[in-house]
């Protein structure tokens, strides 16, 4: 078994029953892409022959689900009380499953083919339902819709840099592409004797006195694992060279201030 399987089994079997340890990041991947997110209890699951389920994680094996719907987190309230869908369940040691049977989970999935199906949108899309991860992933997916939410970032477009008219002095502006084209833009201004600010306007004006987002707030998520880790050529095409070199600086400032996506599964 690769270092890579055995990883992926690892978060797998930590799922499976016991409290998530996945990050804010994680839940929010999951959640901002599953157009079904439910709480339902395990009634059966039935182990499929080794041989047509392709794509099984060694060390998993791949069973069909039955479950009860106790909640409906995110849909539209048509979903069937009884659910079935394909899991890859973790082994232990011996080669067995965990006992599911009776346990209650989030599921984050699609519709499936026919009424009652669905499909998980990853393999790890499925959680043990404790209070509080419930509690997480109903914060997390009420930020989503709420209104004004910070869309998804796409990438960067332009940068501009204007240098002071004394040593150490400078301002940048870096405009961001959205997803549903809303403006959003990066501020960055040095002044001699401070420390460098920066600030983010989600719409036309920059509000030079707006806080950097808290870690583990969505608006944080969006720019944390959302942009590069530096600034594009493209970006600073326009710029002199010295206006270009300040603009990736102070993005660079920007990034650091951020700090690392938290994230510990690959990005759905």
Known sequence: ????????????????????????????????????????RVLNMIALPPAPATNVVPGTRRYYIEAQVTGLIRG???????VSYLYDVPLDARGKPPKLKKTTVILFARAGARPGEIQLTARDAQLAATPAEISRVKAILSDLVAPGAPPRILGLGDAFHVAGTVAGEGETQIFLRTENGEPVSLSIIRRPGLEPRWALALGEIVDEAARPPERGSLLWYRLACGLPPSLPPRSVRTLAAPDAEAARADYELVIAALGRCDRTRPAS
């Open 1 to 40: 078994m690769s270092a890579g399987s055995a990883t992926a089994v690892e978060r797998a079997q930590n799922s499976a029953l016991q409290p998530s340890r996945l990050s804010y990041a994680d839940i929010v991947d999951l959640a901002d892409t599953a157009p079904l997110v439910l709480q339902a």
């Open 76 to 82: 539209d309230g048509g979903i069937s009380p009884t």
